[in-house]
């Protein structure tokens, strides 16, 4: 069984955010206390800009449909988004909209986050890219954009795309009863391991899995230095991903879903599609940041 067969540009929708990425801390900051890090990188940020990015890497068009700031440090950064090769046409500059930070702190590999949300999620160019003749899909990059726009969905089917939805942990948001009813017409769904317990209610990966699988066409589970499983026409896989050295696990399940993405937009086999996403991810997780692979020969 293939997926379904698609070429062309994909609009990647959601925040963008400046990471400030602290690596090598002996432990978590606590209050009253002060931690230092041994590195420090600054970088766009965001799950639709760093799956865009992998995309775009990958050679497949790729817009980012997002609102950015005006501010001085949104303008520091745009310099660094001009390099990832995206199509920026659909980039809304507002002053409402930045700076949206986020703090990151890896220890061991894993990660905390810290980060503040500047204004509204829609961008004023939203129904003008959906229009854009050379777009075929909609990647959703956080449920916290949908909850805001709940018509994305609706309205990116009227126009013809597909779409897909990664749920991008949120604690506010990921147990909302509405979830699943605003997800409603999602072709792919891309949880963690996490999000689908949260969403299924279920602790095994399986059942959730099977669960999410009698709400959504295709649903890929990824489970992180285990690999990924899929849910899709009847069938279920699992691969697992090989060992590497984990320096930074940010954005790596957007590089995942960017690996995705592609193959399945160019038709391939699902198998071969799970493959792709979690060959993204390993290569993510050996360099700091949600897009420094892609500036890595690791």
Known sequence: MTSQSKTGAVLSLGRIYCDLVFRGLDGMPQLGREVFAEEFTLTPGGGALITAAHLAALGRPAALLARFGTDELSSALGEQIKQLGLDLQFLDRHPTAGPQLTVVMVQNGERAFLSRRAGHARPASFERALAWSAATHLHIAEYATLHEMT?????????????????????TLIREPAFLAHA??????????????????????????????????????????EGAMLAAAGQTLALPSRKVEVIDTTGAGDAFNAGFLHSWLNGA??????????????????????IGSLQSPT
């Open 184 to 225: 409603a017409g999602t072709d792919i769904f891309l949880p963690n391991l996490e999000e689908a317990e949260a969403l299924s209610g279920l602790a095994d990966p399986a059942a959730a899995l099977a669960q999410l699988a009698s709400k959504f066409p295709i649903v890929v589970l990824k489970c992180g230095g």
């Open 269 to 290: 086999a699902f198998a071969d599609c799970l493959a792709a996403a979690i060959q993204a991810g390993t290569r993510s997780v050996q360099a700091p940041g949600g």
């Open 151 to 171: 018509d994305a969905i609706s309205a990116a089917k009227r126009h013809g795309l597909t779409v897909s939805l990664d749920p991008s942990w949120d604690d």
